[in-house]
Each structure stands twice: as C-alpha cells, then as structure tokens.
C-alpha cells in the first residue's frame, strides 16, 4: 500500500473540504444577490450583537464547566485550566477541516493534568453522543406541534431521525462494551477482522480503552451537573438565535427605505438550531462555511417566506456565523498566548503519539 506523505494527506483534506464548502455556498446563495444582502445587513439593528455575544459568553462557560464534570472522575481539573483547554481546543475545532479539531481539547488536558489522552477523548465522544441525542430529542418534539407536513418538514424530520440512529447506536455501543467489554472487542475483530487485520487491531484497542475510561464515569452528582449544564448550553444557544433575529426587525433601516421585517419566534429559533447542528454535522472547510448557512436557510425557510430567507434570512445566517466564528477564534488566540503555545505548535503535537504521559502544565 502507497504511503502518502503528511503534507499531501493535508493537501488532498482540504481541498475535499473546499470543495463541500462551495457546493453548499452555491446551493445557499444561488437565489439571492449581493444588492439584496448588502440591503438587508445595512437595515439590521446592530444593538442586539451586544445580548447575543453575552450569550456566547454563557455559552462557552457552561461547555466548560460540563466537561469538567465529566472529567471529574478521573480528577478534578481547576476551571483555568479547564478553561484554557476549552477555549483553544473549540478554536481549533473551528478551523481545522473535518472536526479535526476534535483531538485539540485531550491533547491540552493531558498536558493541564494527569489524566490520558485516550480517557480525555472518551470524555468527547460521550459529550457528542449526549449532545446528539439530546438535540434529536428536543427536534422531535418540537417538530410534533408543527402542523403542515410539507416536503420540507419530511426531509427535516428525517434528519432527526437519521441523527437518533447515528449517536443512539454509537450510545448502545459502548453501553454494550461497559457491559461486555471483552466480548465487544473479539466483535469488532470478528467483523472488522474479515476486511482488515490492522484496522480490526487498532479498532479495538480504541473501543478497549474507551471502555475502560468509562468505568471511571463521575459521581451521580457531577453527572447531574454535566446534564444540567448540556440543558443550559443549548437552552442559551437558541435564546441567543432567538435574540440575534430581532437584530433583522427594520428598526435599524433607513428612514424611507422599504423593508419587511423578519420575525422569528423562540419557539422557531430552537427548531433552526436543531436544524443547524444536523447540518454542521456534514465535515466542510475551516469555519463550516456553506454548511452553515445552508442549513440554517434550510431551517428559516420551515416559517418564512422564500423571497425573506434568501434577502433577510441569509443576512441573519452569515452574522450569526460571523459573530460565532470571531468569538471562539478570539477566544482562543487569547488563551493560546496566555498558554505561551504557538498554532503551528499546538498542531504539530496533535499528530504525535496520543497515551504516553501527560505532563502537567508549569503554568
């Protein structure tokens, strides 16, 4: 078998990624034009950025402090170190392609704490799959008071779905190796096995060690916290949206000038954000540019008007994007000069051997 070398693996990733992000710019923007854009973000009442980024605040404080209560069975990490890898780990996740950046946040704890990449990572799964879970949950029921079955809602109702059986079957996984973890590895190298030697050997010894770090899951009172704070996390996501939308209401147009307002209920906030997380699920460029705005037309255009999701509903979904990207790369820069780590660095350690032991950090 042909071994590339890294920096062409990197070349081909991104440009596959590049690739995802135009088709989904294109597929977002073909009905629409730049007049009506710059139209719309020049009537926007930018006062409500202010609320909006006071929730983002919220919002990385609460993503913090629920890892650290999942990671507290394993030791109990001070909030500035919590932090640190919080921060950095979610800039990192933003611009590298493919949720590469999944790996930043246990390559940082390990280097905060005692605690193994390897067990750090399981704490990341188990945070996809209770956010995953908890997001189809919360779609399906909203979906249940929306009363026109349109071929839109179908196809929206699909994607709660499709993301039940994704995390719900990666759940039942790893509930099957806690029961079992011995059987569940000679599994996987009786099914992987078949097509792969090597892969059925690296596959298990992955689902061996996340097993074992699972056993040493939180108290029950850190679990009640971790699923307290995932209920704010994303209860503070869709007021901010909620609140982002009134920026869009025409009271920042211009005297004279028409405008139609765009007006987006709470209730309609949590079902585009629901929309949302399915969409930036689909791995896209740096940024999940295209897969962004896409899925948040897709989730507008549930309640609004073609003609308005294409003029103020776009407007709504490049700031929303913008305000997103600019607070979690902000904050990462500053965490990573506060860390004296430099990108080039950081990204350079994220390849290396991933369970040798952690160091703790001098700071």
Known sequence: MTLYPPAVKRAVNLIASLLVTVAFMWWAFRDTDVSTQIASL?????????????????????????????????????????????????????????????????????????IRRSAAMTSVVLERITDGLFVAALF?????????????????????????????????????????????????????????????????????????AMRQLPDRKHVALFFLYTFVYWGLNGLGMALLARAFDCSGAAPGVACEPMNLSLFQSYIVMCVLVVGVMIPAAPGMMGTFQAATKVGLGLFLPAAMVNAHGLAYANVLWLCQTVQQIAFGLILLSISHMSFRELAGNMKKGDDTSATRSAA
């Not at 990385?60 to 990671?71: I, P, S, Y």
């Not at 011995?182 to 060690?209: C, H, M, N, Q, W």
Request: glycine share 10%; hydrophobic share 55%; proline share 5%.
């Open 42 to 114: 020049k009537a926007a009442n930018y006062a409500w950025l202010l609320p909006y980024f006071l929730c983002l605040a919220g919002i990385h404080v609460f993503r913090t402090l629920r890892w650290g209560a999942l990671l507290s069975g394993l030791e109990h990490v001070p909030f500035r170190k919590l932090n640190e890898a919080s921060g950095i780990g979610f800039m990192m996740l933003l611009v590298l392609p493919f949720r590469l950046g999944e790996f930043a946040r246990p390559f940082l704890i390990a280097q905060r704490s005692s």
């Open 140 to 212: 399906r029921v909203l979906l249940f008071f929306i009363p026109t079955e349109t071929p839109e809602v179908r196809y929206v109702k699909l994607g709660s779905w499709l993301m039940f059986a994704i995390f719900g079957g990666g759940l039942v996984f790893l509930l099957l190796g806690l029961w079992q973890q011995e059987r569940t590895v000679r599994l996987v190298r009786a099914t992987v096995g078949r097509f792969s030697p090597g892969v059925a050997d690296k596959v298990a010894d992955i689902v061996d060690t996340f097993v074992g």
